[in-house]
């Protein structure tokens, strides 16, 4: 089948709190294409989170386990212009009987078929043929089945026959993964804080993610692994916009407070409640070391508090980091999100 692109598994679709429906709903569909209560099913999401990804790798692992299915993928705008073709050249029949012959059709982007109400109406009829016959629709979009505008109603409503799972924006975590995943199979090792720092700063869409590593790769000419994090904060400072941005009190705070899970204005209060004070202290010795402000500013900027404040919550976190495993993996963690800014 040549619309589908064997680059596209589950192998490598890394899973993740993002996917996590869409993708083990796409697996049931593959192991047993029509006969599930997801039909159609329906991946959808915004612009570079994996949709064609996904549906093409359910039509991979169709053809992988059952070689004889009819598996077509076709995108919408592909099968519109087919359609309008075929009304040129009379051969409609054609066009129809094609798509109702096969076992699996996966359609990508049926947003597209806003506006095109003819097209719409020969999908209806496919996709009922086929549903009936108990054959496998997969389809993908940009919206909810309820939020697609200029969609006729009879043709949503059969949307939401199945299953609508959706697609979201990746964890860190599961961007490092894709990351990762990606170095292996080209063969390439960055070094493990670049590949932190680019999953870190492209937090939209995997297709930039993937974008900005690939510049990176393009742009160099070092052996890979001689990539560090000034080179590269360098070579994505057009990708990344908000680059070697100056490390602020304000800033520290909101990373400190977001950490421990403490509202924001808190460390700037006068209480003595044990995770605050801690939150505080932190922040006071980060802002030492990270900021070129003084005590005296330091001080003023956590709650009005005096240089010898600071100097003290400097030196109790100095101790603790010596004597405590945990506080020190806490500090730490910190100080890797504020070098990631
Ligand atoms: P969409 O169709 O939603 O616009 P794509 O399926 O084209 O997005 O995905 C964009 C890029 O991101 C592709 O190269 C795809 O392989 C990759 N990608 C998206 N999600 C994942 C994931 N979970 N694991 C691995 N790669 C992914
Ligand atoms: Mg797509």
């Given amino acids: 089948d040549p619309q589908l ?3 596209y598994t589950f192998d490598n679709y890394i899973e993740g709190d993002c996917n996590r429906l869409a993708r083990s709903a796409g697996y049931a569909v593959a192991a047993k294409p029509g006969g599930t209560s997801f039909n159609p099913l329906m991946v959808y999401g915004g612009v570079g989170l994996g949709k064609t990804h996904l549906a093409q790798a ?6 992988r386990n059952m070689p004889d299915k009819l598996v077509i993928y076709v995108s919408c705008e592909k099968f519109c212009q087919q359609f309008v073709d075929s009304l040129k050249n009379n051969t409609i029949n054609d ?20 506006g095109k109400e003819k097209t719409q109406d020969i999908f209806f009829h496919i996709f009922n043929h086929l549903h009936q016959s108990g054959k496998q629709v997969i389809l993908t979009s940009d919206k909810a089945p309820k939020d697609l505008a200029g969609l006729e109603e009879r043709l949503l409503s059969r949307f939401k026959w199945g299953l609508s799972a959706d697609l979201q924006i990746p964890d860190l975590e599961t961007r490092i993964a894709i990351l990762r995943k990606k170095m292996y199979a080209d063969g390439i090792e960055l070094p493990s804080e670049v590949v932190e720092y680019v999953a870190h700063n492209i937090d939209n869409n995997v297709r930039e993610l993937e974008g900005a590593m690939v510049s990176l790769l393009a742009q ?15 070579m994505l400072k057009n990708f990344i916009k908000n680059t070697s941005k100056e490390i602020s009190m304000e800033y520290i705070q909101k990373l400190v407070c977001e950490y421990f899970e403490v509202p924001v204005d808190m460390v700037k209060s006068q209480t003595r409640k044990r995770e605050i004070v801690q939150a505080r202290q932190i922040s006071m010795y980060l802002s030492k070391s990270h900021t070129k402000s003084s005590l005296k500013t330091i001080g003023a900027f956590f709650g009005g508090r005096d240089h010898s404040t600071v100097i003290y919550a400097c030196q109790t976190v100095e101790d603790l980091i010596d004597t405590d495993k ?3 993996g806490y500090v730490h963690d910190i100080q890797k999100k504020l070098k990631m800014s």
Avoid: P, R
Wanted: aromatic share 10%.
């Fill in 5 to 7: 692109n064997s680059n």
């Fill in 58 to 63: 359910i039509g991979n692992e169709i053809k």
């Fill in 95 to 114: 066009f129809v009987n094609f798509y109702q012959a096969m076992d699996v059709i996966i359609m990508d982007d049926v947003h597209n078929f806003a």
């Fill in 220 to 234: 160099s000419t070092l052996n890979k692994k001689d990539i560090d994090l000034a080179l590269a904060k360098q």
């Fill in 326 to 328: 945990k506080f020190k």
